[in-house]
């Protein structure tokens, strides 16, 4: 669920400046100023997702390194997207919120995820 939250937020509003009336988005920004952090933030979180889904040992040790990599890249969005410039401060919206709590919850899930035991063939013979 937290991959889901986390590739849904880069679709929400992160946030509005008021100098040139416009929403930031994961895939949106002036002149592609701040460049389009969602690629790299779906592409962590697919990773996630088929950690979950195939529960294959070195998909977990993938997961967690992939988690820990989108975590600090989100806190570094974070910090870049409601930094202030020139004077003005941009109006943080919900979106860059529920990114940034996703990208935590994501990685919190992958470590509480290492203690689980894959599912074994059973072998025929």
């Known amino acids: 669920a937290a991959s889901l939250t986390l590739i849904a937020s880069c679709f929400m509003h992160w946030t509005w400046y008021p100098d040139i009336e416009k929403f930031f988005t994961g895939f949106f920004t002036e002149n592609n100023y701040y460049g389009k952090p969602a690629y790299f933030l779906i592409s962590m979180a697919l990773i996630g997702l088929a950690a979950h889904a195939l529960r294959k040992i070195w998909l977990y040790r993938l ?32 979106g860059i919120y529920i990114m940034l709590l996703a990208s935590i919850l994501n990685l919190i899930i992958g470590m509480m995820s290492m203690n689980e035991k894959p599912k074994k063939t059973e072998e025929k013979g």
Do not use: H
């Open 63 to 94: 997961n967690l390194v992939a988690s820990g990599l989108a975590m600090a890249f989100a806190i570094r969005t974070f910090l870049l997207f409601t930094s202030s410039y020139d004077g003005y401060l941009p109006e943080k919206q919900p």
